[in-house]
């Protein structure tokens, strides 16, 4: 079992930066791949980003390439997502998940094993 925490979230303006938290317990985190997931109302969940059981290599929605970075520290069960340059088609909810196995096996939310329950991220124009 893993249980999953988000923090980080909240309301900001064009062009800013936020850093999003995923706190893990559990006594497989770092032996599991990590990603970012968000949702926004009436759409899909999609993919945002991914990092392999030991931060390499990460993986990156098209939409986020170059804006967004995924990082993890090991040493305390925790996944990062540092976002810079928000624009408003980022609002949504952010939901850290962890992969059934070590690798980046898919972007399909569905064969995710173990979700938070997300922050808000709200981006104003």
């Known amino acids: 079992q893993v249980q999953l925490v988000e923090s980080g979230g909240g309301l900001v303006q064009t062009g800013s930066s936020l850093r999003l938290s995923c706190a893990a317990s559990?006594?497989?985190?770092?032996?599991?791949?990590m990603g970012w997931f968000r949702q926004a109302p009436g759409k899909e969940r999609e993919f945002v980003a991914g990092?392999?059981?030991?931060?390499?290599?990460?993986a990156y929605a098209d939409s986020v390439k170059g804006r967004f970075a995924i990082s993890r520290d090991n040493a305390h069960n925790t996944v990062y997502l540092q976002m810079s340059t928000l624009e408003p088609d980022d609002t949504a909810i952010y939901l850290c998940?962890?992969?059934?196995?070590?690798?980046?096996?898919?972007?399909?939310?569905?064969?995710?094993?173990?979700w938070g329950r997300g922050t808000q991220v709200t981006v104003s124009s």
């Open positions: 998940a962890a992969a059934p196995g070590s690798v980046i096996h898919s972007t399909d939310p569905g064969r995710w094993a173990y």
């Open positions: 559990g006594h497989t985190f770092s032996s599991r791949a």
């Open positions: 990092i392999k059981w030991d931060g390499r290599p990460t």
